[in-house]
């Protein structure tokens, strides 16, 4: 093991000697990343524990509007959870394996699942502010990959397949949820960009030609490294506002977190009934 990996496990060691300290007995099997205006879900957690990404030694803390930064561990119809209250973007000035790290951390704690959300924008003109959408497949246009350089602690190999890397059998359990409580659901694609500018309307046209359905700044950096450690993931955006450009959109970060709140119920029946699923 070179020394960039060395550095990486041992870090990950001392993380998860503190989380599992401050979980005081709880396994978490699923977790789930709380994006943009989506933190609130995370209150409804039963019997939680809070642990701030500050109290976590090597954990970067998040710096964007509407992320608590907090992890929270606790049960959710009957399953326990370890939820993300915020994450981090690439766009914060950190490293594309700072952006992975707690996705690493998840795994060695035992979760098997990921949940990543966020806010998006869309670029299919035919879905609406509101809807949510189930990732069926993702284009990283960060620029930046977190197994890139250090084959990360040797946690896996490095040239790890992206087919289905949103698990076909939790996008069908999602559709089904959804279609059970009358939630509007799109799937589609979704690009994942630096940030944090929002894209001008001749780069949505362009992300729009290239098979794009939904564009945000998160997620594609998390979805590689849970897939190179074997998680599976499913990949869910709430809609918060039509792509630049389109029909005269210009969106903000605040627009996106007032959508969302709006949407907060019909989040929380999503997520709990497809966690009462696995
Ligand atoms: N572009 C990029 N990121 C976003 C958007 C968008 O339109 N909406 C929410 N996050």
Known sequence: MNSVENVLQTHLEASLNVLQKRLDGRTPRIGIILGSGLNPFADSIADAVRIPFAEVPHMKVSTANGHVGQFVCGNVAGTCVLAMQGR????EGVS????????????????????????????????????????????????????ADADPARMADRFVSMLDAFDPSLRAIAHRVANAHGIRVQEGVYVGLLGPSFETPAEIRMLQAWGGDTVAMSVCEEVIAARHVCMRVLGISLVSNMGCGIDGANPSDLGVIDVAATRADDFSRLICGIVEQL
Not at 88 to 91: D, K, T
Not at 113 to 126: E, F, M, R
Request: net charge negative; proline share 4%; charged share 10%.
């Open 88 to 91: 981090l973007h690439g766009y």
């Open 96 to 147: 594309s394996q700072d952006v992975a790290y707690p996705v690493w951390l998840m795994e060695k704690l035992g979760v098997g699942i990921l949940i990543t959300t966020n806010a998006a924008g869309a670029l299919n003109s035919a879905y609406h502010v509101g809807d949510f959408c189930i990732m069926s497949d993702q284009i990283n246009f960060t620029g930046r990959n977190p197994i």
